[in-house]
């Protein structure tokens, strides 16, 4: 049984939206999951100066905080991150940048990769955050599985082949978003049943 670790950043529940429908889609192919949303390093004043910001910040305040051994544990780690100018969410790039200890010792390696972002609007930098976050899989030596154009679902939510992205501006989270990250999930299941 492969096992999945979904670790994500969310800011406003765009990116816990589409973390939960992974982490769903995921179990229901037979692997065990852990959704684990990443600690938020935000000043108060910056959180309290969007309500929706403030509002998912207390809602889930209870929700499991992604740890290193999630990734240790994981054969499989589908990473989201909000786009921050095209990049990666500090929140989780500071995440990633403390995994340094099992990166020396080999612990990222020969593992499964996928990621999934979101942006206010159709062009604010989806594509180019999902190809900064595959920049730290590459040192780790893992293995990325992009949905690529293997279904129809990718076109339906938008046609990014590198990974699910969601626009989060006017409709939020679609369900051909979800459709999307359900194939994700699956997708990485399969390849990753094939590995372990």
Known sequence: MAKVAVIYYSATGTNHTVAQ??????SGAGAEVRARLVTETAPEAAIDSNPQWREFVDSTKDVPRATLDDLEWADAVIFGSPTRFGNVASQLKAFLDSAGGLWFNGKLANKVYAGFTSAQNPHGGQESTLLALYNSIYHFGGYIVAPGYTDPVVFNSGGNPYG???????????????????YLARRVVEVTDKLV
Do not use: M, Y
């Open 21 to 26: 429908a992974i982490a769903e889609a995921a």
């Open 164 to 182: 699910v992205s969601v626009t989060a501006g006017g409709e939020g989270v679609t369900q051909a978003d979800i459709k999307h990250a359900e």
